[in-house]
């Protein structure tokens, strides 16, 4: 698949680390450090602008290594970068540690996934069909 990306960073394109990988390596683009201390949250720019097309979006993932190794995680994730989206992506992180942490311009701090989406159309109906778990939620399945 190909997609149309303006790149305003001074860093590469997001990339694959292996042939299996199913994200991208996406990298911050700053012009001076972001501290983020314990408990808070901050916007971090990427310089990356997309063409996703129609039927696809880019899924914004937390990078493993920073989720346990530092405590560092991706609000609102898997974020969503819809098709009709042109802005700038910039990723939303949160240090979920004790200590403070620091973004440097060119760290890796997220993963990206390309990712096929189905349209819904609904159908109103007055009754669902049974299932044998039924409305059972939140751990009902392991309760045996």
């Excluded at 299996?20 to 700053?30: I, P």
Aim: glycine share 10%; with cysteine.
């Amino acid at each position: 698949m190909k997609i149309r990306i303006v790149n305003k960073s001074g860093h590469d394109l997001p990339e694959y680390s292996t042939i299996a990988s199913a994200g991208m390596d996406v990298r911050a683009n700053l012009e001076k450090d972001v501290i983020i201390s314990p408990g808070k949250r901050a916007l971090i720019p990427t310089g990356l602008y997309l063409e996703i097309p129609v039927g696809y979006e880019a899924q914004i993932r937390p990078r493993s290594g920073l989720a346990i190794n530092k405590g560092i995680s991706i609000l609102n994730s898997p974020g969503t970068i819809d098709s009709d989206y042109r802005g700038e992506v910039c990723i939303i992180m949160i240090n979920l540690s004790e200590e403070d942490f620091v973004i440097r311009d060119g760290d890796r701090i997220c993963q990206m996934v390309i990712s096929k989406h189905e349209r819904a159309e609904w159908i109103k109906v007055d009754v669902l069909e049974e299932t044998e778990r039924g409305s059972g939620g939140f751990g009902h399945t392991g309760k045996k």
